[in-house]
């Protein structure tokens, strides 16, 4: 069974930086697709970015998000740099994934990312 694993998640201060990552276990292929959604006080889950194996960053998702998603070829791990980080940002953030093409979708257990002073 494959499971995604957050970590880097805590408070930071506006204005300042995180760097979350995940990792996936229990998969001996590729996922498809990697990558972050987010979830707002009172507000609906939404994506954040997300990428293909071996493809480039989604580019319309890059310019809402302002953040930056790597993902290294042939590994099961992505992480998330987010930078420049307002009160808006706050939020739980989750890892997910897409097993294959045709779908599969898994998620992780979240994690939260609330900034303040």
């Known amino acids: 069974q494959v499971q995604l694993v957050e970590s880097g998640g805590g408070l930071v201060q506006p204005g300042g930086s995180l760097r979350l990552s995940c990792a996936a276990s229990g998969s001996s292929f590729s996922l498809y697709v990697m990558g972050w959604y987010r979830q707002a006080p009172g507000k609906q889950r939404e994506v954040v970015e997300t990428m293909r194996s071996g493809a480039s960053r989604n580019y319309a998702e890059a310019v809402k998000s302002r953040f930056t998603l790597s993902r290294e070829n042939g590994k099961n791990t992505d992480d998330l740099q987010m930078d420049s980080l307002g009160p808006e940002k706050t939020a739980v953030y989750y890892c997910?994934?897409?097993?294959?093409?045709?779908?599969?979708?898994?998620w992780g257990q979240g994690t939260e990312v609330p900034v303040s002073s």
């Open positions: 997910y994934a897409q097993l294959s093409p045709v779908g599969g979708s898994i």
